[in-house]
């Protein structure tokens, strides 16, 4: 089984990022709020509201603060309405960037993504402009000190996942997204605990940067991920892992 996703460094730097600047949590109320209206607040029947739960309490949340995002979600508690915008664009060198976000303010939204792209190299684009690249998937990075390979794929494998990559100091296991908690109940139950998991998108192709178009392309990631609407970038952005900053 092989292949390489182009986006993993990249991906997970930037996710300790997040972290770091505290948005985190913000991130996963949102979620959990959007999921709740629109599918219910009970998670046994709203797969989106169980992996919003699943990745808050992934990052330690209080069960209160994820309680009152379901209330919100539900109405049983005010709080803010929030919109779901996707926006479609172009980076440095012609990368192709789908930014997800979930604002109260659709103006604001538009305007600062807008000046994000354009500020840094990029431009907006039409509403499938680039999402036809990109699909979705379920991602599982799991340490090759955690399991073999021919352990972990039989398991992967028979619990429905699409493939199983090596990532250097990882496996990559890929998902569809309707096979992605069955996959996690079976890591689970064979006590082996992912580094990281999450359902993301995927792009079938990749444009590799260099240089200054790599700095500028990671300057317009910065810029888009520090807008409080933004809870999600997707790229298909590649770049040499030693170039990535640590």
């Known amino acids: 089984m092989s292949g390489h996703s182009k986006w993993a ?8 990022l997040d972290a770091k600047r505290g948005k985190i949590f913000t991130r996963l109320i949102k979620e959990i709020t959007i999921a709740a209206k629109g ?8 797969p989106r509201l169980r992996g919003a739960i699943v990745a808050a309490k992934a990052e330690n949340m209080p069960a209160d603060n994820i309680k009152r995002a379901i209330q919100k979600g539900t109405g049983e508690l005010e709080g803010a309405a929030y919109e779901e915008i996707r926006f479609e664009g172009y980076g440095p060198g012609g990368v192709a960037v789908i930014v997800d976000t979930l604002s109260d303010n659709r103006n604001r939204a538009v305007s600062e993504i807008r000046f994000a792209f354009s500020k840094n190299g990029g431009n907006l684009g039409e509403t499938g402009s680039v999402g036809y690249l990109f699909s979705k998937k379920g991602v599982i990075v799991v340490a090759k000190s955690a399991a073999g390979e021919d352990k972990l794929t039989e398991i992967v494998l028979d619990a429905g996942a699409d493939d199983l990559t090596d990532e250097g100091e990882n496996w990559e296991i890929l998902t569809s997204p309707k096979e992605y908690e069955a996959v996690m109940a079976a890591l689970t139950a064979a006590k082996i605990k992912p580094e990281h998991a999450e359902v993301t998108m995927i792009s079938s192709t990749y444009t590799k940067l260099e240089g200054t178009q790599a700095t ?3 300057r317009l990631l910065d810029a888009i991920d520090d807008l409080d609407d933004t809870q999600a970038v997707y790229s298909n952005f590649d770049m040499d892992e030693e170039s990535v900053p640590a």
């Open 216 to 218: 500028q392309m990671m």
């Open 9 to 16: 460094t990249i991906k997970h730097k930037k996710g300790a």
């Open 39 to 46: 599918g219910g607040g009970d998670p046994d029947g709203n």
